[in-house]
């Protein structure tokens, strides 16, 4: 356990529904992360927030997707009218950022299977 | 030409062998590199990072880095079953950027 949780972390849903999936990070980390994976490929970078900043979103992020961290502290990321494709591991990491060594630690992953 | 590459495998090893994972990459201006082992329907766990040029060593991982080659491996000393999983490097380009590798699959066999 990294500390990182994510909840929920299974979600099944039909296709046009939306779905938010929420990620809490190690206390004291200022940088939060959403990656996606999808089977034999390496995590995707979605989207990164420094404390409440929204500094950069991939351009794998599509309108149907937003992201926030209100209070610098916890995350969550909505899909619209969510599709198959859509169907992912939703992995959140946080890091803290000290000079050129950040070390992101995983939450455990929200697995979404759009029907 | 990916960012990150990695041979994808899988990678068979003995149990008692050596395990060479290697990871080359595209940008000159990464600044640090990250092994990830990942099990199947898991997330990623940190096995350990790597931002100078030579070898750093964790118990039985050996992190190796070669900024002219561009390139960062990792080696498993005396491989255990438990070792199989997919391992992932992760590059830190510049001050912001991370790109993942699509893994390697590494197979300890008994």
């Known amino acids: 356990d990294t500390g990182v949780s994510q909840d929920p972390r299974h979600k099944i849903t039909k296709r046009g529904q939306n779905v938010t999936f929420r990620c809490d990070p190690i206390?004291?980390?200022?940088?939060l992360y959403w990656y996606r994976q999808t089977l034999g490929q390496g995590p995707e970078f979605l989207t990164y927030f420094q404390n409440e900043a929204q500094l950069e979103k991939s351009r794998l992020l599509s309108d149907r997707f937003s992201a926030e961290r209100p209070k610098g502290s916890f995350s969550t990321l909505e899909i619209q009218r969510t599709e198959q494709g859509d169907s992912a591991m939703y992995l959140c990491?946080?890091?803290?950022?000290?000079?050129?060594?950040?070390?992101?630690?995983f939450g455990p992953g929200t697995r979404l299977l759009v029907l | 030409q990916k960012e990150v590459e990695q041979n994808s495998g899988p990678l068979s090893v003995p149990e008692g062998a050596i395990a060479s994972l290697n990871c080359t990459y595209s940008?000159?201006?990464?600044?640090?590199f990250f092994w990830y082992r990942q099990y199947s329907g898991k997330s990623p766990e940190l096995i350990m990072f790597i931002y100078s040029n030579g070898d750093k060593e964790d118990g039985r991982f050996t992190a190796q880095l070669n900024k002219a080659s561009q390139y960062v491996s990792l080696l498993i000393r005396d491989s255990q079953p438990s070792d199989s999983a997919t391992y992932l490097c992760?590059?830190?380009?510049?001050?912001?950027?991370?790109?993942f590798g699509t893994g390697t699959r590494l197979t300890i066999i008994p």
């Open positions: 940008d000159r201006g990464s600044q640090s």
């Open positions: 206390s004291e980390h200022n940088r």
């Open positions: 992760l590059s830190h380009f510049g001050n912001e950027k991370l790109t």
């Open positions: 990491a946080s890091s803290l950022v000290r000079t050129l060594q950040e070390t992101q630690y």
